[in-house]
């Protein structure tokens, strides 16, 4: 007797995305998001879903772009229905965190219900690390890879008690982290956790709390002795592109005196998936450099 069939899936979310694939699910993979690009292998799949804002535009223009089109109800980011209903998915996955990150459960399961055989819709919640890693868990258990999954979650939670135990030995830094620059976003979610396992101490969130806008002199008050720069779905070259348009500015000239790292947001932090370990461990090799 040959073994049941694993479920098709189309994943929403970059993060799940890297979830399928590190558990061992690439195969069952139909679809993926505009925004999928890791692990390289998958960036052939068909995509399902597209934007109408300019991600070239420079940041607070993509914010101006996403709130407007929020205030007049038009999705930031919309599904192709047809292509969703041709690769017929038993399961889909998208999150409920961030609208301006992937489509919203909401949206997902009204789009599922209005197919002929409506997949299985898996929303994905967590907001700190223990909350990534039972979605692992969960997401497992949906596509039928409970196990896989489970030693996925497993070794990730061993890897960031390694990095607590190697990094948390000496003085901690007071560390802010930028998620972005216009306006000014504090990153919340997992971050506090991940700068705390690399050793360091966010001044400026707490784990699990939303991002959220800051006034600069707020965020100079906090006073940090490091300021990482991990701008949402960018990676370091535009951040250095979009902190550089802040020279002649007040936040400007506080930045350029103050101790300031970059980190690959759009791989390494702004993602809830496997790929946040590494996160943690360029965070540390930055705080002891």
Known sequence: MSPPLLPRVVSLLPGATEMLVAMGARDQLVGISHECDWPPDITTLPRVTTTPID??????????????????GRSVIGVD??????????IV??????DVCAVADGEAMRLAQAMANPPHVVALSGRTLAGVWEDIRRLGVAIGR?????AV?????EMVRVEVTRNTRGPAPRVVAIEWLDPL????????EMIAAAGGVDVGASAGSHSAIRESSEVIALDPDVVVVMLCGFGVERARAEL????GTVAGAWLASRRTVMIDGNAFTSRPGPRLVE???QLAAAFRA
């Open 279 to 281: 996160g943690i461990r």
């Open 185 to 192: 976003f504090l990153a919340g979610h997992w971050v506090p």
């Open 93 to 98: 996955v998208t999150q409920v965190l961030c």
């Open 153 to 157: 979650a497993d070794a990730l939670t």
């Open 244 to 247: 550089a348009l802040l020279d």
């Open 81 to 90: 229905a047809e292509t969703l209903r041709a690769l017929a998915p038993d």
């Open 55 to 72: 991600p070239q535009l420079r940041s607070g223009a993509i914010h101006a772009a996403v709130q407007d089109a929020v205030a007049t």
């Open 146 to 150: 409970r196990a896989e999954a489970g």
